[in-house]
């Protein structure tokens, strides 16, 4: 029966797959392809973790003491029997040679149908087993870590940045993905995502964006209502999934996703056209990465450089150990040296909210935080909290302008202290650079602006740094109270309020008023529908996700500075969303 399940679009497109469910808990099992000739080897990994658990099983019933609660002998027992139960244990290699999964990936595929099919049980007794289940599963999985890959999968392991063999196109559903799990699944063989939680500007749904395939999040309850292999499209544009769709439905989608594909192509061919509006303004336009190796995307989608480097994805996943300063040097200078000369503005580290240390979602967030963790100990905050890292995070980060042009920015300050704090451990860390005779070159510094005091107090900033650069999606949060990672409350994320606008205009004015850079790099940049405003407001430099580079673009290329900046007034003074944003769509409606 096809059911549609309504969330928030992410990332533009169709896809049109088959649902690979993944629990939120088991996102950091290893998901990798394997050769067809590895299929035995992988089945025989299978075979020795169940053994070994096996044994495991029989000695602790073994050394169960004879005062024992019988309960738990017949729990070992039933542990023993789910452990070779058909269910488990043939689908789970049937998973394998179908679909090539990795046996971690193959077990984690299989818990989720039988954990699906236990919670529909009615009996109060069977559905308590689902627990016992995933104990089984969980030896399973540990056996198989300590068994390691087999050496022939190890050498060949094809993770998720190879397209595996198999004919039909694979979507992954997930209650959550962290942000640091996401990017586990970058260049993955999926080709969309829904997750059930999870806001527009939600860090999840960022690096969802930066992979370019369709995606809806806070779909609330799709990972309940999808099984795994039914067939599922993702409406990227729309927002809607849609589950087990009737042949005419899944028609009607593939020409969509024809037609989308052909408007991409079409876009692309502007990779080497100027970014120059109707009056002749040049218009900057520069990508958004995660990690190094978003580098070469961002070259091949024509960006002028990297407008912002979120440096704290190098940060994440770590276990407790942060990356060295040799480490970060590496890093900052291999997407240096991939933009080849460009600016590489690289942004010191990020973490918290949404984006903590360790690996956790955001529903475990949720749960474990129940102080605000926005509102907390984030951002510039950790740095100046940690100075003797901040300063090896700006001790790396100035060794890699020896190689290129690096820009350092500065995330979420607010007060005038932060400043100054900052500019003495940069002060400090260049100290220390010199002491050891290690180079480095002259770094422009930037503020982002995206806490309300900052953009209130903008002239404080224009003061003390080379350039500012907006960031909205915090922006928004904080002057409308939203927390950008709540899908519940996600109606009311509104960059239209006249309060952001007025922010937005304001510090822009104000910068370009003292001959300072100004960007705006939080999603905004990269939508098209906000190109004309920004426009009006004066923005000439914006920074978005590579694949959003050709249709910003395109805005440009049609738009008129001068005519779109006569109805900002208009816009600027109206108090209802709605009508601020008529204006520009009139516009917009006229330029096509
Ligand atoms: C922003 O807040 O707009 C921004 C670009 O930073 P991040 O999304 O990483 O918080
Ligand atoms: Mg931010």
Redesign the pocket.
């Given at each position: 029966m096809t059911i549609q399940v309504f969330g928030l679009p992410v990332a533009r497109g169709i896809a049109i797959g088959k649902a690979v469910l993944v629990a939120s808990s088991r996102l950091d099992v290893d998901h990798y392809f394997i050769d067809a000739d590895q299929v035995e080897a992988e089945i025989g990994r299978l075979r020795e973790a169940r053994d070994l658990v096996a044994r495991e099983l029989e000695s602790l019933k073994q050394a169960m003491p004879g005062d024992a609660p019988p309960e738990l002998g017949a729990l070992l027992d039933v542990h023993l029997m789910l452990l070779h139960d058909e269910s488990l244990t043939s689908a789970t290699k049937q998973w394998i040679r179908d679909r090539h999964y990795n046996a971690e990936w193959a077990l984690s595929a299989q818990l989720e149908v039988l954990a699906r099919q236990f919670d529909e049980m009615d009996d109060d007794y069977l559905r308590e087993r689902k627990a016992d289940i995933e104990q089984v599963v969980e030896r399973l999985l540990r056996a198989l870590a300590r068994g390691g890959s087999s050496a022939l999968a190890a050498a060949t392991r094809k993770p998720i940045q190879q397209d595996w063999g198999g004919e039909e196109p694979l979507v992954l559903i997930a209650n959550d993905i962290a942000p640091a799990d996401m990017l586990q699944f970058k260049q993955s063989v999926f080709k969309g995502f829904v997750t059930d939680v999870g806001g527009k500007?939600s860090?999840t749904a960022?690096v969802a964006r930066s992979m370019d395939i369709p995606a809806v999040v806070g779909a609330r309850e799709a990972s309940r209502l999808i099984r795994q292999d039914d067939w599922v499209i993702i409406d990227g544009d729309a927002g809607v999934v849609i589950v087990d769709p009737s042949p005419i439905v899944l028609e009607e989608y593939r020409f969509r996703q024809r037609q989308s594909e052909l408007e991409r192509e079409r876009l692309a061919r502007l990779r080497h056209t100027p970014s120059v509006t109707l009056d002749g303004e040049a218009v900057e336009l520069l990508a958004n990465i995660e990690l190094p190796q978003d580098a070469p995307a961002a070259l091949r989608a024509g960006a002028a450089g990297v407008g912002?480097f979120?440096s704290e994805f190098l940060f994440m996943n770590r276990d407790g150990e942060l990356p060295g300063e040799d480490e970060q040097f590496e890093a900052y200078r291999a997407a240096v040296q991939a933009m080849d000369g460009l600016p590489v503005t690289i942004r010191t580290v990020?973490i918290g909210a949404d984006k903590p240390l360790d690996r956790m979602s955001l529903s475990e967030l949720r749960h474990e935080h129940t102080l605000n963790p926005a509102l907390g100990l984030r951002a510039i905050r950790w740095s100046l909290s940690e100075p003797a890292m901040f300063r090896m995070q700006l001790r790396a980060i100035l060794r890699a302008s020896a190689y290129g042009k690096v820009r350092l920015l500065i995330?979420m300050l607010a007060h005038a202290s932060e400043i100054r704090q900052t500019f003495e451990a940069l002060a400090r860390a260049k100290q220390q650079l010199r002491d050891a005779g290690t180079p480095f070159a002259d770094v422009e510094v930037g503020a982002?602006i995206?806490v309300p005091a900052a953009a209130l107090t903008i002239p404080l900033f224009v003061r003390h740094f080379d350039f500012v650069s907006l960031?909205?999606?915090?922006?928004i949060q904080y002057t409308l109270a939203i927390d950008r990672a709540d899908e519940s409350v996600s109606y009311l994320y509104d960059p239209w309020h006249p309060a952001v606008l007025r922010l937005i205009h304001d510090t822009i004015r104000a910068a370009r008023q003292a001959g300072k850079g100004v960007s705006v790099?939080?999603?905004m940049a990269g939508d098209p529908s906000f190109t004309p405003l920004l426009l009006a407001m004066g923005l000439r430099s914006f920074s978005m996700h590579p694949s959003q580079i050709a249709a910003v673009k395109q805005r440009i290329l049609r738009s008129d500075t001068a005519k779109l900046a006569q109805m900002l007034d208009a816009a600027l003074a109206c108090d209802d969303p709605q009508e601020c944003y008529r204006p520009f769509m009139g516009e917009a409606a006229q330029l096509h």
């Open positions: 500007t860090h960022i912002l979120r990020d995330p982002m995206e960031g909205t999606n915090d922006l790099c939080g999603e």
